[in-house]
């Protein structure tokens, strides 16, 4: 939770993204909405910072592979950027346990003004094993 309660300070925030690229060494990325979001924004904030992304830390937003990122929305989605889905709505159709409980991604600011790190922090633990629940589910049918 360290990383999560340091507001506002960019020398820590750098620290912890440094620290981050220095432990993952992943074969694959699992994410929903990882290309469109994640990766696109962790690419910009690393740039802003003058963190360097280490070579063998590939954050694959190459639309159509799933290679090295397996980003579940878009596999849901058919690959269309814009077409709805949001990871509730394919928890409900594939009889997965939904990570929206008393959260949404809509109120993570509001959580994060009143301070509601340790609510914010599970629901991103959820959002990820709901993630990953769907991931199983499809990683047969896409290779």
């Known amino acids: 939770m360290d990383f999560v309660t340091q507001r506002n300070n960019?020398?820590?925030?750098?620290?912890?993204?440094?620290?981050?690229?220095?432990?993952?060494?992943?074969?694959?990325?699992?994410?929903?909405?990882?290309k469109s979001f994640d990766f696109?924004?962790?690419n910009i904030r690393s740039a802003i910072l003058g963190i360097p992304i280490p070579r063998d830390v590939?954050?694959?937003a190459r639309r159509f592979s799933t290679d090295r990122h397996f980003d579940v929305r878009e596999i849901l989605t058919n690959f269309e950027r814009y077409k709805k889905?949001?990871?509730?709505?394919?928890?409900?159709i594939f009889g997965v346990p939904?990570?929206?409980d008393g959260i949404c991604g809509s109120k993570v600011g509001e959580f994060y003004k009143a301070g509601r790190l340790e609510d914010i922090?599970?629901?991103?633990?959820a959002d990820c094993k709901a993630t990953g629940e769907l991931y199983l589910k499809l990683k047969n049918y896409y290779r």
Do not use: H
């Open 10 to 34: 960019t020398s820590v925030t750098r620290y912890r993204l440094r620290d981050w690229f220095g432990q993952i060494r992943p074969q694959k990325f699992v994410t929903f909405n990882g």
């Open 40 to 42: 696109p924004y962790i």
């Open 58 to 60: 590939f954050l694959d």
């Open 85 to 92: 889905g949001t990871l509730e709505f394919f928890c409900e």
């Open 98 to 100: 939904s990570s929206k």
């Open 121 to 125: 922090a599970r629901y991103c633990l």
